[in-house]
């Protein structure tokens, strides 16, 4: 019988906090979704994970972590840099 393990990359220690700063990944991911007319479900069946890790990570209800969001962009189809707000180079 095959696992049902949850196809969820590996934990990443660098980790977007929605709950506490709204990030800009969290608001990009929300409004993709919405443009594309996807519910969490359908979502999170896209990922492999469950409906609830899905909803906990855009609620601000758990962290949101790097290598998360460059599965979703994968799954997506989109560049990460469009989840991801541009940071200014200093030379």
Excluded: Y
Aim: proline share 5%; charged share 25%.
């Amino acid at each position: 019988m095959a696992s049902l393990q949850s196809a969820r990359p590996p934990c990443d220690t660098h980790a977007v906090n929605a709950k506490r700063t709204t990030h800009p990944a969290v608001r990009a991911i929300r409004d993709l979704l919405d443009e594309r007319g996807i519910n969490k479900s359908d979502f999170a069946r896209q990922l492999g994970w469950g409906r609830m890790q899905v909803h906990r990570r855009l609620t601000g209800e758990a962290d949101l972590t790097i290598a998360e969001i460059e599965h979703i962009a994968a799954v997506l189809d989109v560049p990460l840099a469009q989840f991801l707000p541009a940071v200014e180079r200093v030379a």
